[in-house]
Nanobody, 121 residues
């Protein structure tokens, strides 16, 4: 019923930029917090950035000053602008959202399938 579809991943050289998008579809009543997580090979999934419905943001220390999360509530989309990318940013990036729908009014947490970001020279 609820789908989160990420796009915008790919290969980029160190110092480059990428913009990730995550579109949420379904019969949505409300979306609360939205966020981006990442998982590098051999590592646990970690929070990169999150944004509340009111626009308050939170970032992992490792990306502060380089990444910016934003959301377009009309388009039901969350974005992650990534600048000054480093090889350590290489990971699969996952979109996450707390969503309520007409069919399931209680808020549930949903994940996208991920998009790969590779930073290398």
């Amino acid at each position: 019923q609820v789908q989160l579809v990420e796009s915008g991943g790919g290969w980029v050289q160190p110092g480059g930029s990428l913009r990730l998008s995550c579109a949420v579809s379904g019969v949505i009543v409300r979306i609360n917090d939205m966020g981006w997580y990442r998982q590098a090979p051999g590592k646990q999934r970690e929070l990169v950035a999150s944004i509340t419905s009111g626009g308050s943001t939170n970032y992992a220390d490792s990306v502060k000053g380089r990444f910016t999360i934003s959301r377009d509530n009309a388009k039901i989309t969350v974005y992650l602008q990534m600048n000054s990318l480093k090889p350590d940013d290489t990971a699969v990036y996952y979109c996450n959202a707390d969503v309520s729908t007409l069919v399931i009014p209680s808020v549930r947490n949903y994940w996208g399938k991920g998009t790969l970001v590779t930073v290398s020279s």
